[in-house]
């Protein structure tokens, strides 16, 4: 990004408006003594606390949840929030790679934990708003276009969901659409297109319908969390403020660093995101490909929200920057969701897209101020889609970043790691992993149950 037009201070506070809503901190959970768990997980972000959900209710074991810092004060405390299913891979290079049947029944698996985060919420009666609707991505060059209409062929092969798309009379790639996509689209005037993106520019010929929704991960992360201690209190026990520092991994069982203490587990889960500030050995084989300090790729992601008096429906807009897949500055997002003030119900709406690779020595930290300059930058270019009748330049209630953890491939890691099955993997969220970490907790879930799944892209390698 680059040419920013209003000056903002040159630093503003990191506030996430998804931490502002959680319950007041009820005190540290410390490990007090040495303990013994049948699984200890790791990381208590939506993905470990999904895991530890799906592990409770499908297995008779018991269950100790490890976490550094504090529930849901990760990722899942600073992302956008959007119910997202989509790789951060075309679905047909996917299928280039892995062949169809792998390709679409990991897309299905996507697709499917929509039905699992319910489940989740039914089940813990968390009260946490969940929206859901059709999100909507805006393109321009033809190169897209038909990417995502190849994916949608694929789709509708694989018995997946179609998703609808349209493209304008006036798209001057109209008549070069190869006919093959013909019954995938309808062409409509542009109008429609403007309407839909709500958006007077004419810039964007073409939109992408996608079921999405938006919920807050952390204050879901903190009401299953608190579900879990009530309803299990014999075979679940979640500690805060401990780090696991060491993990070893013997035959049958591991032995974990934990704070002061130690622990033992007959299996461990890592959901740490990605980020291994902690070292794993393995003392029976091979050393782990995992145990080298991030082996995920970080990247930072920028997000800003303001708040509109109008309400607002709820919407999750996407628009492609770049002219080819892959290229740089992919695409900014917009979604808008209703805010609960005082005395009414608004609209929060939150702009993101701006990322910056962490360094290789970088420490990550989630309260470092946000920079004005990307705030200017955000303000110039991605305020005019989201509400273009909002002055340039106004102060926004909310600005934070997160940590997203890109595995190499951008495949999220979901199983048994190889050189030692005592440890097993359900994170690395390349982007969009609100979703896939539920999708990817029933998974280990189900391994931890002595299910034999079918090989999966998801398998650690
Ligand atoms: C800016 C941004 C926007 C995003 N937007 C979306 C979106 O719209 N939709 C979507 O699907 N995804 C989105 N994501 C990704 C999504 O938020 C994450 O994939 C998801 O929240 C990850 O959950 P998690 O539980 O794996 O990680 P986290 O929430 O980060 O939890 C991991 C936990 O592990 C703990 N931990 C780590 N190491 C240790 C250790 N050694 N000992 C003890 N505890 C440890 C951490 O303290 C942390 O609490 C976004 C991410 C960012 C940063």
């Known amino acids: 990004m680059n040419t920013p037009t209003p000056p903002y201070p040159s630093e503003a506070p990191s506030c996430s408006p998804w931490i502002q809503q959680l319950p007041p901190d009820s005190g540290p959970q410390r490990l007090g003594a040495d303990t013994a768990a049948d699984v200890a997980i790791v990381g208590a972000g939506i993905a470990g606390v999904a895991t530890s959900f799906f592990t409770l209710r499908s297995t008779a074991q018991s269950v100790l949840l490890l976490e550094r810092n504090q529930a849901g004060h990760g990722a899942s ?39 699992l985060l319910d489940l989740m919420i039914a089940e813990s009666g968390a009260d946490v708003r969940v929206d859901r609707f059709e999100g909507k991505m805006g393109m321009f060059t033809l190169n897209h276009l038909e990417v995502h209409l190849r994916n949608n ?48 520019s004419d810039r964007y010929r073409a939109v992408l319908f996608s079921w999405k929704g938006c919920a807050n991960s952390a204050l879901l992360t903190h009401q299953v969390l608190g579900y879990l201690q009530r309803h299990y209190p014999e075979r679940f026990r979640y500690v805060d403020r401990t780090p696991v520092q060491r993990i070893v991994l013997n035959t049958a069982d591991a032995t974990l660093e934990a704070g002061t203490h130690k622990v033992k587990a007959g299996r461990v889960v890592l959901c740490t995101n990605g980020f291994t500030d902690h070292v794993v050995v393995n003392s029976q084989g091979e050393p782990l490909g995992s145990a080298d300090a991030r082996w995920v790729k970080g990247n930072i992601g920028y997000m800003a929200a303001f708040v509109e008096t109008e309400q607002r429906e709820p919407d999750a807009l996407s628009f492609i920057r770049n002219t080819e897949i892959g290229g740089a500055n992919p695409y900014v997002y917009v979604t808008r969701r209703p805010h609960e003030l005082a005395d009414r119900t608004a609209t929060l709406t939150c702009m993101g897209g701006p990322e910056r690779p962490l360094a290789p020595s970088e420490q990550y930290d989630p309260g470092t101020p946000f920079p004005g300059q990307m705030l200017s930058e955000m303000d110039s270019q991605i305020r005019p889609l989201a509400q273009p009748k909002r002055p340039a330049g106004t102060a926004y209630e909310y600005t934070w970043h997160g940590l997203m ?22 994170l690395g969220c390349n982007g969009v992993g609100f979703l896939p970490s539920v999708c990817g907790g029933e998974r280990v879930s189900r391994i931890l149950a002595g299910e034999q799944l079918a090989p999966s892209i998801f398998d650690p390698k």
């Open 153 to 200: 062929l694929l789709r509708l092969r694989g018995g997946l969901r179609v998703e609808a798309c349209v493209v304008s009379e006036e798209a001057e790639f109209l008549g070069e659409i190869p006919a093959e996509f013909t019954p995938l689209y309808t062409v409509v005037p542009q109008a429609r297109i403007c309407a839909l993106l709500d958006s007077p």
């Open 405 to 426: 953890g890109y595995t190499q491939g951008s495949i999220r890691r979901i199983g048994v790691e190889p050189c030692n099955p005592v440890l097993l993997y359900n």
């Open 77 to 115: 405390g600073h992302n956008a929030g959007q119910l997202a299913t989509y790789f951060e891979r075309p679905l047909c290079e996917l299928v280039e790679e892995y062949g169809f049947e792998g390709a679409i029944a990991a897309q299905k698996a996507f697709d499917d934990s929509h039905e």
